[in-house]
Structure formats: C-alpha cells, structure tokens
C-alpha cells in the first residue's frame, strides 16, 4: 500500500507560481511512476503530467508544456510539480498518483494509488 499526500496548493494570481509537493509512504517509491492530475469543478479530471522511476523521461500534457516541470526527490520519497504563468483556467484540484512500469502515463484508471488532492486557485 502507498500512501500520497500532496501539499502546496493555494491562492495565486494569474501569472503567479506554485509548487506542489506529493509525498509518498513505503520504501519502494522508487518503482513507481508518478503523475499528476487536475479536476477542475464540473470537468474530467485531465493528465497533467507524470515523470519515470529513474528521473529519464517526463511527459506532460499540450497545454502545460514550458510551464510546468515535474521533478522528483527518491530519497525524500517526494515528487514535486511546479507551475508557473498560471491560468484562470487551471483552478482546480491538482492530485499525484503513482503507478507501476509499463502504465499508460497519460491514462488516469491505470494508476493504483491515489492522494487527497490539493486546490490550486488562479485569480484573475
């Protein structure tokens, strides 16, 4: 079982940045692609990004692409997203979620571990 707790949401202007934290629970974080997510309310929630196990490779959605980078910290157990020039429109509750090797990043239903999300408001 691994558990995820994501911290750093909050109140931004547009324009503004944030970082957000996703901690992760158990000694095999390391095995685990992770990924964010956001649901803004009325809306699917959507691939934000995600980032491999050994730091390699990242992928991001079109629309975050040169604003918002994933990182990740093995020894701290802790995957970070952080995002700047943001949008109105990227108020929402951002979540990581973790997954096995081999997952589709960009498909939600295929990560096995979820956090409580975090809200990210963008004032205009």
């Known amino acids: 079982q691994v558990q995820l707790v994501e911290s750093g949401g909050g109140l931004v202007q547009a324009g503004g940045s944030l970082r957000l934290s996703c901690a992760a629970s158990?000694?095999?974080?390391?095995?685990?692609?992770m990924g964010w997510f956001r649901q803004a309310p009325g809306k699917e929630r959507e691939f934000v990004g995600a980032?491999?196990?050994?730091?390699?490779?990242?992928a991001y959605a079109d629309s975050v692409k040169g604003r918002f980078t994933i990182s990740r910290d093995n020894a701290k157990n802790t995957v970070y997203l952080q995002m700047s020039s943001l949008k109105p429109e990227e108020t929402a509750i951002y979540y990581c979620?973790?997954?096995?090797?081999?997952?589709?990043?960009?498909?939600?239903?295929?990560?096995?571990?979820w956090g409580q999300g975090t809200q990210v408001t963008v004032s205009s």
């Open positions: 979620a973790s997954g096995i090797r081999g997952i589709n990043w960009y498909q939600g239903r295929e990560y096995a571990y």
């Open positions: 158990g000694p095999t974080f390391v095995k685990y692609t």
């Open positions: 980032i491999s196990q050994s730091v390699a490779s990242a």
